[in-house]
């Protein structure tokens, strides 16, 4: 059974950073790729970062790129997302998720309705 805890949210001031890191259990990472979602309050589930296992692509979604970075650490079975320069339209609970797509675009384009784990609350303001 696939598990994920994600970890590292927090109250940040706008222009702030945080690095969320996601353990996951039951599976085997590198045989995954990962990607982290975002669900805010009435708005749909988006990908921000997916990154693949073989050749590890990234993908990012417009309103994160330059300021998110997406990394793994097969290792540890543990995915990580470091955030910069957030922002208070960033505020959301965000989510691991592992697919075998193999496709960062593809996988980052799925509108998931539930997830694994509990995610982990970000909230940007002043």
């Known amino acids: 059974q696939l598990q994920f805890v994600e970890s590292g949210g927090a109250l940040v001031q706008p222009g702030g950073s945080l690095k969320l890191s996601c353990v996951g259990s039951?599976?085997?990472?590198?045989?995954?790729?990962v990607g982290w979602f975002r669900k805010a309050p009435g708005k749909e589930s988006e990908g921000v970062a997916c990154?693949?296992?073989?050749?590890?692509?990234?993908y990012y979604e417009d309103s994160v790129k330059g300021r998110f970075t997406i990394s793994r650490d097969d290792a540890k079975n543990t995915a990580y997302l470091e955030m910069n320069s957030l922002k208070p339209e960033d505020t959301a609970v965000y989510y691991c998720?592992?697919?075998?797509?193999?496709?960062?675009?593809?996988?980052?384009?799925?509108?998931?309705?539930?997830?694994w784990g509990q995610g982990t609350q970000v909230t940007v303001s002043s």
């Open positions: 039951g599976f085997i990472l590198d045989h995954y790729t």
């Open positions: 990154l693949s296992s073989s050749d590890r692509r990234t």
């Open positions: 998720v592992v697919t075998k797509i193999s496709s960062v675009q593809a996988m980052c384009a799925i509108k998931f309705e539930e997830y």
